[in-house]
Nanobody
């Protein structure tokens, strides 16, 4: 089993930056494809970014390209989502997700991931 805990959310103003962290435990972190999703009130959970096991490839939603950067530090069992130039429409609960095992595709759907964190709230005021 894999346990994921997100942190780093908060209330910021438009244009500010935040860095979200996802700390993993329970399994070998490097064996997991990692992803970030977000869900605004009343809306479906949507894909934000994903990264390969070794961190060599990343994928981003069009809405965050050029503003968000996903990275991972396998030695620290932690994935990071650096969010710059935040917009009010970025307001959501952000979830860390993992796909354990031999699966390597950077899936953009929620069904593509086996494990989920509890979420961390990001609120961007205008």
């Amino acid at each position: 089993q894999v346990q994921l805990v997100e942190s780093g959310g908060g209330l910021v103003q438009a244009g500010d930056s935040l860095r979200l962290s996802c700390a993993a435990s329970g399994r070998t972190f490097s064996n997991n494809v990692m992803g970030w999703f977000r869900q605004a009130p009343g809306k479906e959970r949507e894909f934000v970014a994903a990264i390969t096991k070794g961190g060599s490839r990343t994928s981003y939603a069009d809405s965050v390209k050029g503003r968000f950067t996903l990275s991972r530090d396998n030695a620290k069992n932690t994935a990071y989502l650096q969010m710059n130039s935040l917009k009010p429409e970025d307001t959501a609960v952000y979830y860390c997700a993992a796909r354990e095992g031999s699966y390597t595709t950077l899936r953009v759907d929620v069904d593509g991931y086996n494990y989920w964190g509890q979420g961390t709230q990001v609120t961007v005021s205008s």
